[in-house]
């Protein structure tokens, strides 16, 4: 039982590169969240998604999309990135009835 | 803007003492959790406090909420190293869209001998 998969776990991009961070949960978790973590700012929550089918902005969206693939699967892109985007993102999944939230081991990305 | 701010970011304390962390937020909510991260790890869930007055306990560590300070408190006794890593506070904000989960700025915790 692998819980939330975030790939990839490392990635250096120039500014104005674009990608896409996935994750996958195979727990049949209704919600799953982006959260990017900074020094002395903790975690702060970029999009998250209730449901499958649904998408909505948390407290940092600007310079983000998401996709909602799937039940399993939530995925954040950076269309063109920027310095202010290097950061550690954490992928994180909830069963509805559940007040826990379960991560992943995260992604760091540095933006040059 | 819903707020979350734990006291104090940094603490270095000797094994065997006492110490309490402290999460203030701004919400009506009356649920409260605690999370774990060691270096360069994940966050692993520690306490959920669902109820004002509520109180839990693992270990060393106990945990209390009260609603109506909006105050939850994360006290340590008889510190020991395997107790140094980061720990946050978060709470959810219900609305009509989902839950949303706001976190602390995390309080770094390091044991000394």
């Known amino acids: 039982n692998a819980g939330v998969t975030q790939t990839p776990k490392f990635q250096v991009l120039k500014t104005g590169q674009s990608m896409t961070l996935q994750c996958a949960q195979d727990m049949n978790h209704n919600s799953m969240y982006w959260y990017r973590q900074d020094p002395g700012m903790g975690l702060r929550l970029i999009y998250y998604?209730?449901?499958?089918?649904?998408?909505d902005k948390g407290e940092v969206p600007n310079g983000y999309n998401v996709s909602r693939l799937n039940k399993r699967e939530f995925s954040l892109r950076l269309e063109s990135a920027a310095p202010s985007q290097t950061s550690v993102y954490f992928c994180?999944?909830?069963?509805?009835?559940?007040?826990?939230?379960?991560f992943g081991a995260g992604s760091r990305l540095t933006v040059l | 803007e819903l707020k979350v701010e734990q006291n104090p970011l940094f603490l270095s304390m000797q094994e065997g003492k006492n110490y309490t962390i402290y999460c203030n937020y701004s919400t009506t909510s009356d649920r409260l959790y605690w999370y774990r991260q060691d270096p360069g790890k994940s966050l692993e869930s520690l306490f959920v406090l669902l109820s004002n007055g509520a109180v839990k306990q693992e270990g060393r560590l106990m945990a209390s909420l009260d609603t109506k300070a909006r105050l939850s408190t994360l006290h340590i006794t008889a510190a020991v190293h395997d107790l140094s890593a980061t720990y946050f506070c978060a709470v959810d904000n219900p609305s009509n869209t989902g839950n949303q989960f706001y976190f602390g700025t995390g309080t770094s915790l390091t044991v000394i001998p």
């Open positions: 998604s209730a449901s499958e089918g649904t998408t």
């Open positions: 994180a999944s909830r069963l509805r009835a559940s007040n826990v939230l379960t």
